[in-house]
């Protein structure tokens, strides 16, 4: 079956970095575009960025562009999200998920567009 399972999550103060990892198993990586979104407490899951199926394009909401970086490893069916310059209200469950389309429009940062996730690993930010 198919399993995404995030890691790198952890408390870290605000202004540090964390390198957040998605391993993926029980589908062909290379088919699937990949993205990130975050979920705070009351809140809905949010995309953060995108990434293409071969890596060569990416898509980054407004909240994290310029400090979160999105990048995938085919090879080792591995999708990352640098995070740097972290603040306080990036405290959330992470969850990286897989589309099988490689198309891209606004439609594809929304929930629904995503066939399989992971359990979400959580990052906390101090003040």
């Known amino acids: 079956q198919v399993q995404l399972v995030e890691s790198g999550g952890g408390l870290v103060q605000a202004g540090g970095s964390l390198r957040l990892s998605c391993a993926a198993s029980?589908?062909?990586?290379?088919?699937?575009?990949m993205a990130w979104f975050r979920q705070a407490p009351g809140k809905d899951r949010e995309f953060l960025a995108r990434?293409?199926?071969?890596?060569?394009?990416?898509y980054d909401a407004d909240s994290v562009k310029g400090r979160f970086t999105i990048s995938r490893d085919n090879a080792k069916n591995t999708v990352s999200l640098q995070m740097n310059s972290l603040k306080p209200e990036d405290t959330a469950v992470y969850y990286c998920?897989?589309?099988?389309?490689?198309?891209?429009?606004?439609?594809?940062?929304?929930?629904?567009?995503?066939?399989?996730w992971g359990q979400g690993t959580q990052v906390t930010v101090s003040s």
């Open positions: 998920a897989a589309d099988r389309s490689d198309r891209f429009s606004v439609t594809r940062t929304l929930v629904p567009a995503y066939e399989y």
């Open positions: 029980g589908l062909t990586f290379s088919n699937y575009a």
């Open positions: 990434i293409s199926r071969s890596g060569g394009s990416t």
